[in-house]
Structure formats: structure tokens, C-alpha cells
């Protein structure tokens, strides 16, 4: 090998680049990956891929040919050679059967169980929580505001500031402060990659092994992962018509924070109201803890202007506010923000920029264009008429379609409902959804958002998630139509109740 460095890199001036490129094909042809006897890639095709002249290649393949590794003959396309063996480290390597080390963290995360993604055959209709119409996305004015970004004149190329593009921050500032009743500084925004970075940061900055965290049950699973990979203690607290019950607020001294989505509690729908929202502050002002407000859907509230977020009563600097673009524009974007008390600012800062720098520079200056323009929030209304029909046509549908005593909660904001079938098991769940799924119909259960799954708190009878934000009307009809077959085909003998009237059967907000 020191041979080639003197030999090809030597011959092509001393780039170093030659000894790379020997040095990944032998590695290659050492364990395997190009096999024995393989063609090896032409000199101008390789010359191509790593931008190095073919001489520098021709040194490489004579290097290699005089140690063995590979073949040539004059007239003849360059093989591997055929009696090269792998080396046996790297076949032990590739067929490692015992469990490799990890950190605390890997072993923690290896174990999780997270939700599937879906994977296989799609359902026909399928009532995916968390995905959103496609024909809903702006794609014109993205376009055009992405190009005008593209287009912008910069001097360089180079790493952003970690808490991302101020014009954005500023404009999310002003955004906040209309929509959301919030106000705070620009410079208390992060931009971060959707909420799941947002609340991954929380966990890795607030939380050490041995501190627990308060978390709503049923609640978010992805928050509840990322808080549980830290190896803090998760303490439930048990979710009820009006969202978080903040009388059972753990007071364990080893308590950080407590995460919860007062907007439209996740999954059960509830808005947290003023009472418990002030109780809940007084009690992180006591327990100094933090207090993670995921205001995930908070722009989708129906019938009534969408409530003011809780960092906005916040007085005493506790409430990580956290906002994301996934529900209202795509949650592929993968685009969300921070707003923090202010003593948080530079660690979040840091711990952005060691995780992955920053968000994409042109995306975040095409929303920020987005918003100061207007087309946003004009958008975002366009978006909630839709989703209101929807909303309205799936109420429909269950009060159409499903025994009478099915009943949704959570109708009055979001992108969402819970549906209670109280006349089957809790433990049908699993059987509705296979039920469901062979009529070409997805439906999730609602079990697994919940910790304690058995605990009283629980109200008896199957509970789905339904999520019709990517839906036409009418699939929704016929989505209901082939959920209630499902269902009777699951009903005790003499337990049908299909309903006469039509209406809605929305009961919590
Ligand atoms: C409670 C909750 N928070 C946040 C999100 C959005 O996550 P992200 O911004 O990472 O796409 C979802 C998405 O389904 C959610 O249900």
C-alpha cells in the first residue's frame, strides 16, 4: 500500500486521490462487496465517478493488479482475480450473529416499540392519522417562492446559524402572535426539523437517567419514546373529558417536565381549560419543572377562533411552546420551531447546531416568504374549510353507518377523531382493525397511545383513531359504510344497534 502511495499517488502528482480509490477497492474486494471474478468498472467510468483523470485510475488497476488483486489482460475487460477469498475479519463482520455493543441509549431504543409504518399493500381508504391531502399542499406559491429563494444572491455557500433564518423567525414572530395569542421575541425561535426534533431536544437537554417526566396517558407515543430513550422515568397522568387532569400531577422530586397538548389533547381531543391550564403553571412555578406544549394541530379548530396557546398566560418563563408545519402544509417538510423561555436560548442553540447544524436554508426563506406574503395564513384557511367538510361528512358517516351507541369525541378541532365502540372489548381492537383492513379499509387502534392500557382510568368498550385530513367525502362515506359491516360482523349476537336518524355524535370538544 505504501508502495502505491509512492507509486499512484506519486505518478499523479501527489493528490492523494489515487490512494483513495486504491484503497476503497481493495477494501472492497477484501470483504466481499466486489465479488471474485466480478468485471471491475472500466477505466473511464470510475474516472467519472470520483472526478480523478483515467491515469490515475490505469495506476490504480496496475497497482492492484501487481499485488493480485485483480486481473488484466491486453484486449480483455479487468476482472477480480477469481481465487480472491473475503478476508475472514470482514466475513465474521458481515454475518455477526451476537448482539453488538451499544450505549445505554441504543439498548434503550433497539427495545422500543414504535408504531408501524405502513408498509405492503395500501388500504383502499385508509384513515391514516398524520397524513394530509396532497392535492392541500400550495404547491404554486411554494414553487414560486422556492425559485425566488434559489435565486437569491449569496457570496458563498456555508453553514447557517443553528436556530435558523431570522426573516423566518420573524415572520413565525408575527404569525404566533396573530394566530396564536402569542407573543415573544424572534430570537426565542428555533427552527427545527418538525416537532419530533423539537421534543427530541427537550428530552436530551432537560432529562437525565433517574428524573421522571409527566406525560399524558393516553397520549403522544413519539414524545413519550423520545423522553423514555433517556432513560428518565415516565409518570402518567390520566387524561379525561377536559384533557390533562392536572389534580393528579405527580409531586415525585424527581420530576423535569411534563408534556402535554392543551389545544386538542392527543389522541382524546380535549381542550384544556383555563382552570387546569393555570394549575398546571402553578404547579411547574412549584416543582420548577418545564412544561412542553405541543401545539401540534392548533391551527384546525372549527366553529370557534382557535384558542390562545398556554405560553401565551405563562408568567414565569416554563412553557416550551413547540409549532409544526406538518399538519398544515406537509409532514414531509420535515419543518418546525421552538419558542422558549428565554434561559433556554443558548443551550437549545448548541444542542441544535452539534445535532445537524441547521434546517434547510432554501425551505425555511420560501415559508418565511410565504407568511410575509399572506399566502400562508390565506392557505391555512383554505385548508380548514376542507378539512371542516370532512370533519363534518365523517360525523355523518359513523351517525349513518355505526351501531348507535359508537360514539365520537375530540370532533370540535384537529385532524382527528376517537371512536368509541363501547358494545366490543377493549381487547377487539386488534379485530376490528384486521376487519376493517380486509374490506380495503385502514383504521388504528387506540390501546397502544396509552401506557397503562388496563388502568380504570380507561373507558371500557374498542377505541380507533381515525385521521381524515387525506380524504375525499366520499371515501369517508364508503370508509364508514364498510367500518360499520366490520363492526356488526364483531357484535354479540342481538347487539345491533344500527342508528335510523342521521346527525353528528360528536361529544367532546
Ligand atoms: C401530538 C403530535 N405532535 C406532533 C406531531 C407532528 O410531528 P412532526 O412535526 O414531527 O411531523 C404529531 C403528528 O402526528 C402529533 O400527533
Known sequence: MGQLHEGAAGRTGGTGAGRRLYELLRRQMSDGTLAAGSRVASTRALAAEFGVSRTTVTAVYEQLAAEGFIVTAAGRVARVASQLVPA????????????????????????????ALPAGEPCRIDFLYGAVASRDFPTLPWRRAYQ??????????????????????????????????LSCDAGQVII???????????????????????FEDPGYLMARRCFEATGATLLPVPVDESGLDTSRLPDEPTVRLAYTTPSHQFPLGAMLPIARRRELLQWAARRRAWIIEDDYDGEFRYGQRPIDALQAIDTEGRVIYVGTFSKALSPQLRLGYLVLPPALVAVFRQAKRLTDRHAPVLEQLALASLID?????????????????????????????????????????????????????????????????????GVYALSPLYARPSSRDRPPGAGLILGYASLGVEQIHQGMRSLGAAVAALQPAGHITPRRRQGTTGRGG
Open 192 to 214: 427545527v426539523h418538525g416537532s419530533q426534533q423539537a421534543i427530541d431536544l427537550c428530552a436530551r437537554v432537560l432529562l437525565d437517567p433517574g428524573d421522571s417526566f409527566a
Open 373 to 441: 406574503s399572506g399566502a400562508y395564513e390565506r392557505h391555512v384557511r383554505r385548508v380548514r374549510r376542507e378539512n371542516e367538510r370532512r370533519r363534518m361528512a365523517l360525523l355523518q358517516a359513523i351517525a349513518r353507518h355505526l351501531p348507535a351507541d359508537a360514539h365520537a369525541v375530540g370532533t370540535a378541532a384537529g385532524l382527528h377523531v376517537v371512536l368509541w365502540l363501547p358494545s366490543l372489548r377493549q381487547g377487539d381492537e386488534a379485530a376490528v382493525v384486521a376487519a376493517a383492513r380486509e374490506r380495503g379499509v
Open 148 to 181: 425566488a429563494a434559489l435565486a437569491l444572491h449569496q457570496p458563498r455557500l456555508y453553514y447557517a446559524p443553528p436556530e435558523g433564518d431570522g426573516a423566518l423567525r420573524r415572520a413565525l414572530q408575527g404569525y404566533l402572535a396573530r394566530a396564536r395569542g
Open 88 to 115: 475472514a475479519a470482514h466475513r465474521v463482520g458481515r454475518r455477526e450473529t451476537s448482539a453488538p455493543k451499544l450505549s445505554a441509549f441504543g439498548h434503550r431504543v433497539g427495545k422500543m416499540l414504535l408504531s
